[in-house]
């Protein structure tokens, strides 16, 4: 029995059980090693994300307290990183520029640039940029460097053992090890496996589906040394009848499609735009853009600060993000648009994150508006998480699974459902390509 063998084809057989166990032990023990090891490659991600949170609760929004010199210094961190980031991105770091999405999807589609693109200095090089954008409070998430932190570990174990994991396609094998990256980065291993098959192969079939469970799953338990609370934002503690989910799952639904489409509408528009500026002029657009920032989180007393995941883990609590405008409408829609805005900002200008956790906070403020009007908040909070990411990627699959890791409430499925279905068919009519693959073209080299 050859070594590429896959692990349904030794189901099949009929050989006895002693010629089958082997080959599957050992595709099995390969499989949890690159779990293992992309789990592990994750550490220092989630390791700075809490870093940022720990930043992020001595801002006013989320301490309570004024400003003070240290935390006016913290609001002004993004004047002077941005610029550096910036700069990096045309020097010596200029490999680890972008998401870390787009070069993996290059990756997968062409597998000839795997080396060049998932390497290791263009890893750490990201790595390095998105730590000091994390530190900075950029309002930016990570799956992008996390899904490609998982593909280049992949990568370097394919080249140096060319055999290993051999049954995988060279494709299939770095869209799994993306999915674990994604599992490992935010400690949900179903979410990783969804991605592999909703975002990168456009396939659930069995040969792909039980090995990406195995990484996932391994590479999510080792990402996290002190681990995760069960639900790691909190619980929501609604219990709505499934007719009142329904009824509001469809404006919500609705409007967060719309505004979903409309944050990515903004960020193609602006990357486009950053792709030349930030050639001829990366210092002025740094200082530009850093400066947006700070008075984005001078404005909101913090709120507009950091991936969002603080921000909607202080409103399923019951708080609420007040800032200097205060906590009323007008306080609350300043917040909801500094929170769209921000990450157009970051992320335009090819600086290494993601989407995933801003599009969730951005859902969750207006889901959250939407239900005070109708004295439902816990309700429209969890319906707009899910139509706010369900409307930014057109992934509504991947959406109510992280909802549900987030915020845990299974009892709200079916009103997730729907507003996740909705919000994903209302943004794909206002903006036909899925964000990823319009990124990926967007920056795309030119042949």
Request: hydrophobic share 55%; net charge positive.
């Amino acid at each position: 029995m050859g070594r590429s063998e896959s692990a349904a084809q030794v189901f099949r057989s009929r050989d006895p059980i002693r010629v089958r166990l082997p080959a599957l032990l050992r595709q099995l023990g390969q499989l949890a090693l690159l779990g293992l090891l992309v789990g592990l490659a994750c550490l220092p991600f989630n390791l700075l994300d809490r870093w940022q949170d720990a930043l992020l609760h001595q801002l006013p929004s989320f301490s309570g307290k004024p400003w003070r010199f240290e935390t006016l210094l913290l609001a002004a961190s993004p004047m002077l990183t941005v610029p550096l980031l910036l700069l990096l991105q045309r020097g010596v770091w200029a490999a680890g520029a972008g998401s870390g999405i787009p070069q993996t999807m290059a990756s997968v589609e062409d597998p000839a640039q795997a080396d060049r693109l998932l390497g290791p200095w263009p890893t750490l090089k990201r790595l390095g940029l998105w730590a000091i954008a994390t530190l900075s409070l950029l309002p930016l998430g990570r799956e992008g460097p996390v899904v490609q932190v998982g593909a280049a570990v992949a990568q370097g174990l394919r080249r140096r053992f060319p055999r290993f994991l051999g049954s995988l396609s060279q494709a299939d094998l770095l869209a799994v090890a993306a999915g674990a990256g994604l599992a490992g980065g935010f400690n949900t291993p179903l979410m990783g496996v969804v991605f592999v098959a909703e975002e990168f192969t456009n396939r659930f079939a069995a040969a792909l589906v039980w090995p990406a469970l195995v990484i996932c799953g391994v590479a999510a338990a080792f990402s996290n040394l002190t681990g995760q609370p069960q639900f790691a934002l909190g619980t929501l503690g609604v219990e709505p009848i499934e007719m009142m989910q329904v009824l509001w799952a469809i404006p919500i639904g609705v409007l967060g499609g719309l505004l979903g489409a409309g944050f990515g509408l903004l960020l193609l528009a602006f990357t486009r735009f950053c792709l030349g500026w930030s050639r001829r002029h990366p210092l002025a657009l740094g200082l530009a853009v850093g400066a947006l920032l700070s008075l984005f989180l001078l404005v909101s007393g913090g709120g507009a600060g950091g991936d969002g995941e603080a921000l909607m883990a202080l409103m399923i609590s019951g708080g609420s993000p007040a800032g200097p405008l205060g906590d009323g409408l007008f306080g609350d829609l300043i917040i909801l648009v500094v929170r769209v805005l921000g990450p157009v900002l970051a992320l335009g200008t090819g600086i290494p994150g993601g989407l995933i956790d801003p599009a969730f906070a951005f859902g969750a403020l207006l889901g959250r508006g939407v239900g005070e009007l109708a004295g439902v908040a816990g309700l429209g909070l969890a319906l707009g998480m899910t139509a706010g990411l369900a409307g930014a990627t057109q992934l509504p699959v991947i959406t109510v699974l992280f909802a549900l890791r987030l915020a845990g409430d299974q009892q709200l499925l079916p009103g997730m459902l729907v507003a996740s279905v909705l919000a994903a068919l209302v943004s794909r009519l206002v903006l036909p390509q899925p964000i990823y693959h319009a990124l990926a073209e967007v920056t795309r080299p030119a042949p």
